[in-house]
């Protein structure tokens, strides 16, 4: 193996290696044993012409792409290996001019681990509040949140809907004989609640499950649709459940079938201890945030652009799939927060050059301070890990993950890293420095 290294730029280092003529020859080779298949020429059973009338007909170079695509992968870990080069991405592989019978040069420009300098790392300054109180207000909230979610629900399959029930039907409207916004399937409705449209939710008292009804109604002449105001509608509903819905009393009973909770006592003075609980996490995360920002502001790291497009792109894709699995997309998102494609791509990346310089950074202060797991804070973390992405607690094993093992292992690490740089730095209250000042 012939390899140099031209240099090192920007965290990418550009080199350049030399494929020996025998070594391109095996490559020809494979390239003859796939190629030949799609030749016939008189003369030769398809298949089977020798690679001399192959190449004397075709000319050489039709064997030159695919035995680049054989040789080049082989020859390039090589030079990494005798270049001692730790490569972060994928490279970016420019062949040289070939020709039959000589070595071909190849130069390469590939991402490799950037170079940290590392700052202070203690006595980092950041601010950071407190963990919010916890007030009897609060503990009621929840607990009112807690009951609304748990609403006892009756199916009344037999029986016909009341004022209060709710209703689930499709329907299809149409305006003075106008289709008109397609279909609706399984919309709820609560009888009385008078969020539908005017004398439509009185017509579905009385009705039961497996009902089938139109419903005419006019629209008001101020209907905020031009093209609707004062038009008459007729509704076709199938309606496809009836249930009543009960609010339950937070009392004993309650605590004991929700919260399995003793008593409605135990179930506030836990609730008061997770809002706490909360609030604290909360707060480390917060002071967690600030540290690492100050982190950045005092180390020194350059992260490649490839890196952080791969880095970028995966963080839109896990926010794009969160928006859909709760119903949404990425334009009604920017509808929501009144911005626009451009703003989010800018904030996503940078986000992503943030986690990528942090990530190399810490990996420096642990090599730096040696921190270390053990066999039982990994284990923990596995299974804690294997939580958090649905697999089964039985199956949290360290052979079970394969590479992600990895990452496992460098978030243990770098949460110690963190955890001691908070422990060495100096946090004050957001308004400490005006306190001082007046």
């Not at 009341?162 to 409705?189: H, P, Q, R, W």
């Not at 339950?248 to 836990?270: C, P, S, T, V």
């Not at 709760?326 to 050059?353: C, F, H, P, T």
């Amino acid at each position: 193996m012939n390899a140099s290294l031209e240099k090192v730029e920007n965290s990418e280092a550009y080199l350049e290696f030399v494929i020996e003529v025998g070594n391109f020859e095996k490559g020809l080779k494979k390239s003859y044993k796939k190629n030949v298949k799609k030749y016939d020429i008189p003369g030769f059973r398809k298949g089977s012409v020798p690679r001399t009338i192959l190449e004397s007909k075709f000319g050489p170079e039709i064997l030159f792409e695919d035995a680049i695509e054989f040789v080049v992968p082989n020859e390039y870990y090589a030079a990494i290996q005798e270049l001692g080069l730790t490569t972060i991405g994928e490279p970016d592989i420019e062949v040289g001019y070939i020709e039959k019978g000589k070595p071909v040069s190849v130069k390469v420009r590939v991402p490799i681990k950037p170079e940290v300098t590392l700052g202070k790392l203690e006595g980092l300054e950041i601010k950071a509040s407190k963990p919010d109180e916890v007030t009897e207000k609060d503990v009621e909230k929840y607990l009112q949140d807690l009951r609304s979610k748990n609403k006892k629900i009756i199916d009344k399959s037999n029986e016909p809907a009341v004022l209060g029930d709710t209703v689930t039907i499709d329907y299809k409207c149409s305006v003075e004989d106008t289709t008109f916004n397609g279909k609706e399937e399984n919309f709820k409705l609560i009888l009385g609640s008078n969020m539908f449209f005017p004398g439509f939710e009185e017509k579905l008292l009385g009705v039961k499950k497996g009902d089938k009804l139109n419903i005419e109604i006019s629209f008001p002449k101020e209907h905020k649709a031009a093209e609707l105001a004062g038009k008459n509608a007729l509704f076709k509903v199938a309606v496809k459940n009836v249930e009543n819905v009960q609010s339950r009393e937070l009392n004993d009973q309650f605590a004991q079938e929700i919260a399995k909770k003793n008593n409605l006592e135990e179930l506030r003075l836990e609730t008061k201890k997770r809002l706490l609980e909360m609030a604290s996490l909360r707060a480390l995360n917060m002071e967690k945030q600030a540290i690492i920002k100050a982190l950045l502001d005092t180390c020194e790291v350059f992260v490649p652009e490839s890196i952080v497009m791969r880095q970028a792109q995966a963080m839109l894709e896990q926010f794009t799939n969160q928006l859909r699995a709760e119903g949404g997309s990425i334009e009604l998102y920017l509808q929501m927060i009144n911005s626009n494609v451009e703003s989010l791509k800018r904030k996503i990346w940078s986000d992503a050059e943030n986690v990528m310089k942090s990530n190399y950074i810490l990996e420096k202060v642990i090599e730096e301070k040696e921190f270390e797991v053990s066999d039982q804070e990994l284990s923990c973390g596995i299974e804690a890990f294997a939580t958090s992405i649905g697999m089964k607690k039985e199956n949290a094993k360290k052979e079970n993950l394969g590479p992600l093992v990895n990452n496992v292992l460098f978030d243990l690490k770098a949460n110690k890293a963190v955890q001691y740089l908070l422990n060495h730095a100096v946090i004050m209250s957001p308004n400490e420095n005006e306190e001082k000042n007046t």
